[in-house]
């Protein structure tokens, strides 16, 4: 008797778990595919069963490829700046200076702030006429930008906040990633007259790598799914012009109630994800190997 | 024809109500008290008028026992909120604030409102001093959708109003603006003679949002959304075009910058502010201007109807385009509907009608409009803008016959950016139209 429970307990001991998983994780995504496939917009009677008609018809219009561009200039932007800054303040605090401590501390305080709370501060700082960003401008006799208010500067403009928010992420990593690395390489670079320049390029880089591909992972799919902060900012606008993937599927589901289409949508932009997450994932094994 | 024959069943129906009613016989009995112990929630958009309602919530606790819970959210975040808790199927949302032009085709057709209609006519539910033939008739025209009253109307419909800052109108030496043409001279005499201190006009240039402001201008300039007759697409002419340019040249030249990006909160700041000469906005903004502690141009405002345009008369004496009854709806997913009908007769009745008028407002009774304490107390330029404005009808934020409204706005606001940032705007209106009439050929064939 107590032979067939013992059989049994890895399997029942994980199975609530498991179970719990599923019905949060499986059943939505189940039912996103399933009414992906229908025609189910409120205001209209009757679900007709569609097929892949959402995607094809996705697939065919402009606003989506645009939000789907738009989606990719922000990310790589981003992402770029963002693990470039956090690089450079974790090689600053990597060294020993009087403060250390407070400095980390000051960096972290963005990454821990709310990003709706801190998004709406944005808004007002971007505000042309009244936030204090052209101010700066004017002080270093800049002439004044309206920021997210024109279609060519409210990506780069959002970019900015997103970097703010997320370089301290980067920096952590990649701090605790120097942290771990060997002295003697360095040592003995030194001694064989290596400069500064040529011991972050040829040693510091190629040894972090492991660690910057981590940060490099969790950048994009951050970066990819970004959402509040475009959402408090600019709900997607002016017109269309920072409308991503995810800003675009929610307007289709929640703003026009089109649910089956909104729900392609998503299931698209879920597939970019998980390839780009894949790609990374390729790449870091190799990189381990 | 059948409308038409709903219709007039449903005023005789009403008449009849308010006849027994005025007989006092019932009066004396109302019982407010049926549902003593009930729960509702509430959720509104945070502006004067919920503000006034919410300030009587405690004298209704006290009337019939019902207690209430009232959230005012800003406006993107309380449509959303209405529209995710009735897609979530919730039942515990009661009452919530609704603008049937802009959403009203959509939740009537999920059973997202309760038809208030039988509530009225049913002298057992409805309080006699409610009186609903005290509503102005174009209100109650305009609250009857597909034969049913899915929305007690909070106010008249009326026209976006021109406010105008009369100390910097007498400082140029101008007039109060009576046509478009007007309020374009007067931007650039105040812009250029401010030395670009002052702007000349603020307007809402946020894409969709603008489109409700912007509807008499492209009316006034010849254009129109659609064919009344037929429901076509109708905004690809260079009428069309020339409004379209209008809004975005003067904006432009004489606007704030960023003007892209400017909802009504942003506008009426900037204007409360003292930084814009004149406005063309929703005229419940009154209230926010002539408090001295929102304001910093409190009595220096003046008030005109609509500006007209070339064509105004071609349009402005139609009758009504669409049902366009803003106010309190009942949820059709409500448990409470009877409870609920309480709460909304009594938010509508006369006291709120009057307290809405002196804060400025535009009173949907007909008795508040004549009442003494509203004629002394407020400005005779305001209450003659008001009645102008009461008496012509709104051509819709946008072509009605679409029912996917937000996009029809989403994509018809594509083009207000457009024409702000003196973009292609021709090319944009082209396809702008294109997609709308798109939109409305895959809804016409679903609707089968």
């Known amino acids: ?115 709706v709370a801190t998004s709406l501060v944005w808004m007002l700082m971007f505000n042309p006429s009244l936030g204090v960003l052209n101010w700066l401008l004017g002080l270093v006799g800049l002439p004044p930008s309206v920021w997210v208010a024109d279609p060519n500067w409210v990506i780069p403009s959002l970019v900015l906040v997103d970097v703010w928010h997320f370089a301290p992420f980067a920096m952590l990593i990649l701090l605790a990633g120097l942290r771990s690395l060997p002295a003697s390489p360095f040592e003995s670079a030194m001694i064989d007259g290596a400069t500064r320049w040529q011991m972050f390029w040829r040693i510091t880089v190629p040894m972090l790598r492991p660690v910057l591909l981590v940060v490099l992972i969790f950048r994009t799919i951050d970066a990819l799914k970004v959402f509040d902060i475009i959402w408090v900012i600019t709900a997607g606008g002016p017109g269309f012009s920072s409308e991503t993937l995810y800003i675009y599927a929610y307007n289709q589901a929640f703003k026009y109630l089109d649910l089956g289409y909104g729900s392609a949508v998503i299931v698209l932009f879920t597939a970019v994800v998980a390839a780009a997450s894949l790609l990374w994932i390729r790449a870091r094994g190799r990189v381990w190997q | 024809m059948a409308d038409e024959m709903r219709r007039r069943l449903f005023l005789a129906g009403t008449a009849s109500g308010i006849g027994l009613a005025a007989a006092g016989a019932r009066a004396a009995a109302f019982d407010w008290r049926r549902h003593t112990g009930a729960k509702l929630r509430v959720v509104t958009l945070k502006f004067p008028l919920s503000e006034i309602q919410q300030a009587r919530l405690a004298d209704f ?14 406006e993107d975040m309380w449509r959303q909120k209405v529209k995710v808790e009735h897609l979530g199927g919730s039942t515990d949302l009661d009452v919530f604030l609704s603008y049937y032009v802009q959403e009203g085709a959509q939740f009537q057709q999920s059973g997202w409102y309760a038809d208030a209609k039988p509530l009225i006519a049913n002298p057992d539910l409805t309080n006699p001093g409610f009186a609903w033939d005290d509503f102005i008739p ?72 603008a489109t409700s402001m912007f509807a008499p201008v492209l009316y006034d300039f010849g254009g129109r959304w659609i064919d009344r007759a037929t429901g076509d697409i109708a905004f690809n002419t260079p009428e069309a075009l020339n409004a379209f340019e209008w809004w975005g040249s003067i904006l432009r030249e004489y606007g704030p910058p960023g003007s892209a990006n400017n909802h009504w909160a942003e506008v009426t700041g900037i204007f409360s502010q003292g930084r814009a000469a004149m406005l063309f906005d929703d005229i419940t903004f009154i209230t926010i201007f002539a408090d001295p502690t929102k304001s910093t141009v409190a009595g220096k405002v003046g008030y005109a109807p609509a500006p007209t345009g070339p064509f105004s008369d071609r349009w402005r004496k139609d009758p009504p385009y669409a049902p366009n009854a803003t106010g309190l709806a009942i949820s059709g997913l409500s448990r409470q509907k009877e409870a609920a009908w309480l709460l909304v007769q009594y938010l509508s009745d006369p006291v709120s009608s009057k307290r809405y008028m002196l804060q400025g407002g535009l009173a949907p009774r007909q008795s508040t409009w004549t009442d003494p304490d509203v004629v002394k107390a407020l400005d005779p330029e305001f209450l003659e803008t008001g009645r102008v404005s009461a008496g012509i009808n709104s051509p819709g934020t946008a072509p009605l016959s679409i029912v996917n409204i937000a996009k029809a706005r989403d994509i018809i606001g594509e083009t207000v950016v457009t024409a702000i940032q003196g973009g292609n705007t021709k090319a944009s209106l082209a396809s702008a139209a294109a997609q709308c009439a798109e939109l409305l050929k895959q809804e016409r064939a679903r609707k089968t």
């Open chain 1, 1 to 115: 008797m107590t032979g067939t429970l013992d059989r049994h307990l890895p399997i029942l001991f994980p199975l609530p778990a498991a179970l719990l998983a599923a019905a949060l994780m499986l059943y939505p995504l189940a039912y996103t595919l399933f009414i992906s496939g229908q025609s189910f917009e409120l205001g209209f009677r009757g679900h007709d069963w569609v097929g892949l008609g959402h995607y094809a018809e996705a697939l065919a219009n402009d606003r989506f490829w645009g939000a789907a561009f738009r989606t990719l200039y922000f990310t790589v932007l981003s992402v770029a700046l963002s693990v470039a800054l956090g690089m450079v303040m974790a090689l600053i605090l990597n060294r020993e200076f009087r403060g250390a401590p407070w400095a980390r501390t000051a960096f972290l305080l963005p990454m821990v702030a709310t990003p």
């Open chain 2, 138 to 209: 174009a209100v109650r025209d305009g609250a009857l959708a597909n034969g049913q009253v899915p929305i007690i109307p909070d106010r008249a419909a009326a026209l976006p109003i021109l406010y105008y800052r009369r100390d910097l109108f007498r400082q140029f030496g101008l007039e109060r603006p009576k046509t478009w043409d007007d309020v374009r001279a007067a931007a650039k005499t105040i812009y250029e003679g401010t030395n670009k201190q002052v702007f000349g006009i603020a307007l809402r240039g946020k894409g969709a949002a």
């Open chain 2, 61 to 74: 606790q006290q009337l019939t026992g019902i207690s209430v819970q009232w959230e005012m959210l800003p």
